[in-house]
C-alpha cells in the first residue's frame, strides 16, 4: 500500500477515534445519533509529472491534454472560472529543470526550450494538443485544479523515425508517487534503460533505485539518496548502477525517502526499438496485463515477487473467445527477490489478448508485479512496446491522443461478465464526442477498434466507465506505421482517482465533558 494511501487512512483513523469518542461521551446517557456514511466528492487538485520525451535530434513529440466530463454527459462543459468566493479552474504544465547524477545523463546537452503550453485545458470535454520536436524538449510538471482536476490526464507521444531510439514512445504521464516497480526493464548491452525521476513540488526529493536479477538484488553505486531538485528531473541510465553482468530482463524498484517523484523508464534496444516502461500496479497475487496486439510476433514476460514467499504462478491468456493456457508456458516460478523472465512465442495468433497471472494454488498466494516486452514486426522491421500488470477501472479511467485510424481499445473481464460505458471525445481540432455501451463477457477480452467521435479533427481521447458486473481491465494501443516498420505503443487504463471519500462529521459538544 503507498504511503500517501496510507496518510488518508491514518487521517481518517483518526477523525473516527473522535467521533467514536464522542459517541461514547453523550450527555445523561442518551445515544449519540449515528455518524453518516462517507460521502465521494471530486477531487479539487491533481497533479502530474512528464519526463523528458527523447535526445533524438529527429523526435517529434505530440502531448495531449484532457479532462473527462463528469456526470456522464458528452457535450463540452463551461468552465475555466471559479464563482465568487472559488478561484478560476486551472490545468498548466511548466518545464522542470534537467539535473544530471553520476549514474547517468540525459543526451543532446542543448538548453531546455518549453513547448507550446501543452496543458491550456479550459473546459472538461475536449483535448488540448501542442507539439515539441527535437531534443530541447524538457520535462514537465503541473496541476490541475477546480472542474478540471477530476480525472486530468496528459499523454506523451513521440515518433523517433531514425537512429537508436528508433519507435513510438508512449506515456501517460504519471501522478507523482513514493514507490514503484518496474518490471522488464534491462541492463543488456542492446538496451538502453534510463529511469527518469521528475520532481513537481517546490521541495527537494530524495529517492533510491535497487535493481533485481535473476539471482536477485544487483550490487549498485550511486542509487541510495540520489537528491532530486524542487521543480526538476534526473535522468540515470540503469546499466551505470552496476558493476555485475549485464542482465536481459531487471526488476527496478524506485523508493523516496522524503518528497515524491513521477518515475518512469525510456528503454531503447538496437534492434527491436524503443517506447517507455510505465510502473507496474501495486503487488498483488493475481496480476493482468491486457492489450496485447494481435499480430504481435514475440512476447516476454517478466515478474518478481518483492515478499519473502516464493510464488507459482498459472499463466493464462484471455482470448475474445475464452481463457486458455498458452502452449508456450503453463506456469512461472518466481523466487522471492529474484527476477524471473519467460518467452512466450506464438501468443495471441491474430487474436487480441491479455495475459493473466494467477497462485496454481490459492492457499500459498504470494504477491507479484509483472510486465510484458511485446515485440510486433520481423527482420528490421520491428518495434517494440511494454505493458505493465494494471487495476481494474473501479470508477473512470482515460487514454488521451488516439487517431482516427490505428487505436484499438482491449476490454478484459475476468471474473465475472461485465459492461462498461466507453466515451470517445470531442476532437482536438472539432468532431462530436461517441458514447458506446460494450458488454464483455466473463473470461474474454473484447475488442474495439473503431470507436471514433463524429466529424473528427484532430486526436481523441477515450474513457472507460463500468456500468455493471465484475472488473474490468483495460489497454489501449496505438499503431502509427513508418516506411514499413509497425511502430506501435500500449498505454493501459489507470483509475484517474477523480473523486474522494471524505468521512461525514457533525458537531457535537460531549466530547468537551
Known sequence: ???????????????????????????????????????????????????????????????????PLSGGGTAPAKGGTGGADKPAATAQLRPAASTSTSGGTAKGGKKAKPPKAPATVTAPGKPVTAEANGPAAPALAGAASGILAPGWTVQQTTVVPAGGARGLLGLSCGAPDTDFWFPAASTAKERQDYVHLTNPDDTAAVADIELYGPEGVLKSQFTEGIPVPARSTVPVLLSTLTGEAAQQSVTVHVTTRSGRVGAAIASAD??????????????????????????????????????????????????????????????????????????????????VGSLMLSPSDPKKAAPVVAALRVVRGKGDDTEV?????????????????????????????????????????????????????????????????????????????????????????????????????????????????????????????????
Not at 479539487?44 to 484532457?66: F, M, N
Not at 517478466?302 to 498458452?326: H, R
Not at 466507453?422 to 473503431?450: F, I, L, N, Q
Request: a negative charge.
Open 1 to 67: 500500500m503507498k504511503r500517501t494511501t496510507l496518510s488518508l487512512i491514518a487521517g481518517a483513523t483518526a477523525l473516527a477515534a473522535v467521533t467514536g469518542f464522542a459517541s461514547l461521551s453523550a450527555p445523561d446517557g442518551a445515544a449519540a445519533p449515528r455518524a453518516a456514511a462517507p460521502t465521494r466528492l471530486p477531487v479539487e487538485r491533481a497533479g502530474l509529472a512528464c519526463p523528458v520525451p527523447s535526445t533524438s535530434e529527429v523526435a517529434e513529440t505530440l502531448y495531449t491534454s484532457y479532462t
Open 270 to 351: 538496437e534492434k527491436l526499438g524503443s517506447d517507455w516502461i510505465a510502473p507496474s500496479a501495486d503487488p498483488a497475487s493475481t496480476a493482468v496485463l491486457p492489450g496485447i496486439p494481435a499480430d504481435a510476433t514475440s512476447v516476454r514476460l517478466v515478474a518478481f515477487v518483492p515478499g519473502e514467499d516464493d510464488a507459482d504462478l498459472k499463466i493464462q491468456l484471455v482470448t475474445q473467445s475464452g481463457t486458455i493456457v498458452p502452449a508456450s508456458a503453463r506456469s512461472l516460478h518466481v523466487k522471492s527477490g529474484m527476477t524471473a523472465a519467460v518467452d512466450l512465442p506464438d501468443l495471441t495468433r491474430g487474436e
Open 385 to 513: 512496446a511494454f505493458v505493465p500488470a494494471t487495476g481494474a477501472v473501479s470508477a473512470r479511467a482515460t487514454v488521451a491522443d488516439n487517431r482516427a485510424k490505428g487505436t484499438t481499445l482491449a476490454l478484459t473481464a475476468v471474473g465475472a461478465a461485465a459492461q462498461v460505458k466507453v466515451t470517445a471525445s470531442a476532437g482536438s481540432g472539432g468532431g462530436t464526442p461517441v458514447t458506446k455501451t460494450v458488454t464483455v463477457k466473463e473470461g474474454t477480452t473484447t475488442a474495439v477498434p473503431d470507436l471514433v467521435p463524429e466529424g473528427l479533427k484532430g486526436s481523441y481521447a477515450l474513457t472507460v466507465e463500468p456500468v455493471s458486473g465484475g472488473k474490468v481491465y483495460a489497454a489501449r494501443t496505438l499503431a502509427v506505421p513508418l516506411d514499413g516498420t509497425p511502430m506501435f505503443t500500449v498505454q493501459t487504463f489507470v483509475d484517474d482517482r477523480g473523486t474522494v471519500e471524505v468521512p461525514s462529521a457533525r458537531q457535537d459538544l460531549g466530547v468537551l465533558d
